[in-house]
């Protein structure tokens, strides 16, 4: 009885909204009533939503607001003809949008929910600048969700971009906040893509265990540390 009641009274909402998208994104409250209209209703029974969207400046993808509206529509529609061109156009700026403060929530959709061809998009722009994005505070999050939800090809292009940087690179990266995110993803592929990452990680140990995120990096994945300073995996 709650979903009838919440599909017609979003129905009614929807009626309301309409020409008034853009608008009602910018709103604190008409931003909600958008995405539960957009929860709730099927594609095809708020189409001018996609259509204003459409029709406005793309930078709302990197409003407070409007990044959680582009993240509903991959949620519920990502398939729609009409959604996929507009994310398309979003995923141009995807260099941009993953290290902004609100546009990476709709990349890290994109990569959970957008089609194969976004994914793809979204890892060539990674790639461009791997270890800045890899120690930006947003960017890392996204690199997270590309090792997670990636196809095979485009994890283990990214985790051979990482491990072949220069001997130290990962063990800098284990050591900061964010870096330490994006190795402990590299640390959850597949048992042959994380043979590199444990070796580079025994064999700077000590540069690693240096700040209290890389210490915990160590343990969480039990790594001890052996006399001579190296890592060694716990009961090797």
């Known amino acids: 009885a709650l979903e009838v009641a919440d599909r017609r009274f979003a129905a009614e909402l929807a009626a309301d909204l309409r ?10 409250y008409g931003n909600y009533v958008l995405q539960k209209m957009i929860k709730v209703l099927a594609p095809q ?38 959604a996929s061109q507009l994310i398309d156009k979003v995923m141009a700026d995807a260099e941009e949008l993953v290290r902004h403060t609100f546009g990476h929530h709709v990349v890290e959709c994109a990569l959970e929910h957008g089609l194969p061809h976004q994914r793809a998009r979204i890892v060539k722009a990674l790639r461009k600048d791997l270890m800045r994005n890899a120690r930006n505070r947003n960017a890392a999050y996204v690199i997270e969700k590309a090792l997670l939800y990636g196809s095979h090809d485009d994890r283990q292009q990214l985790a051979s971009d990482l491990l072949s940087r220069p001997a130290g690179d990962v063990a800098s990266l284990a050591r900061s906040q964010f870096g330490s995110m994006v190795v402990r993803a ?28 890389g210490r915990r990096l160590l343990n969480d994945h039990d790594l001890g540390i052996r006399t001579d300073g190296r890592a060694v995996l716990a009961g090797a």
């Open 19 to 28: 020409g008034h998208v853009i608008e009602a994104i910018k709103s604190p």
């Open 45 to 82: 029974e708020i189409p001018f939503v996609v259509e204003e969207l459409s029709g406005a400046n793309l930078d709302l993808a990197r409003h407070e607001y409007g990044c959680r509206i582009y993240c509903r529509v991959l949620e519920h529609a990502a398939a729609e003809p009409t």
């Open 186 to 213: 590299l640390l959850r592929l597949p048992e042959d893509m994380t043979k590199q990452v444990q070796e580079q990680l025994r064999n700077s140990a000590l540069q690693v265990k240096g700040t209290k995120h």
